[in-house]
């Protein structure tokens, strides 16, 4: 059954780059097409897009958050990462790595990890 | 960027009754590219509907979706004790948002 890990810092210093990776277990990244995502959620609140990524580096960044984000994927460790710079107070929530369907339109997470939470503060 | 408005903030039912949540949209969700999720406390969300009405794999068929346009729904037609959570709508065909959510509690 397919595994999703996110892993990171827990604490990250404001004006820092808040850096998080997802481990797939049970499944290759490679191995067929769909998409590996991000999504946050503040505590408390909703929930966030903010980007995927395919394992032949296909990039879609959610444009709320484009300017800042930076999507990469390691297909030799089966991981995929997020960076996002200049992390501000507003940037802590429980992040998660997710997968949807590599099609158009198709941004729906059938798929989640369990979610870390990553706290802004100094 | 389409705004999603769900409703009630709250629904308070009990066991065995009907849930009806609305998801309403500020701009037409092109090709009817609508999602919801469950959600519990702690725990991530659980896909249930995509494309408006199609069930995700496992997901019981009390749970269904319908709408189009700018206004869709979710309904559980029995509530059982696990369905008491937190639902999100969530539009992925141009804005890719998420509603703020409906918590459906124990009355």
């Known amino acids: 059954q397919l595994q999703l890990q996110e892993s990171g810092p827990g604490l990250v210093k404001p004006s820092e780059t808040l850096s998080l990776t997802c481990t797939v277990s049970n499944y290759s990244i490679n191995n067929t097409p769909y998409y590996w995502a991000w999504v946050r959620q503040p505590p408390g609140k909703g929930l966030e897009y903010l980007g995927s990524i395919s394992y032949a580096g296909a990039i879609y960044y959610n444009p709320p958050l484009r300017s800042r984000v930076t999507l990469s994927v390691d297909t030799s460790k089966n991981q995929f990462s997020l960076r996002l710079t200049s992390a501000t107070a507003s940037d802590t929530a429980v992040y998660f790595c997710?997968?949807?369907?590599?099609?158009?339109?198709?941004?729906?997470?059938?798929?989640w990890g369990q979610g870390t939470l990553v706290t802004v503060s100094s | 960027e389409s705004v999603l408005t769900q409703s009630p903030g709250t629904l308070s039912l009990s066991p065995g009754e009907r849930a009806t949540l609305s998801c309403r949209a500020s701009?037409?969700?092109?090709?009817?590219?609508l999602a919801w999720y469950q959600q519990k406390p702690g725990q991530a969300p659980r896909l249930l509907i995509f494309?408006?009405?199609k069930r995700a794999a496992g997901i019981p068929d009390r749970f269904s979706g319908g709408g189009y346009g700018t206004d869709f729904t979710l309904t559980i037609s029995r509530l059982e004790p696990e369905d008491f959570a937190v639902y999100y709508c969530?539009?992925?065909?141009?804005?890719?948002?998420f509603g703020q959510g409906t918590k459906v509690e124990i009355k």
């Open positions: 494309g408006t009405s």
């Open positions: 701009q037409h969700v092109l090709g009817n590219f």
């Open positions: 997710a997968r949807h369907p590599y099609a158009a339109h198709a941004e729906y997470f059938e798929h």
């Open positions: 969530q539009e992925y065909g141009d804005s890719k948002t």
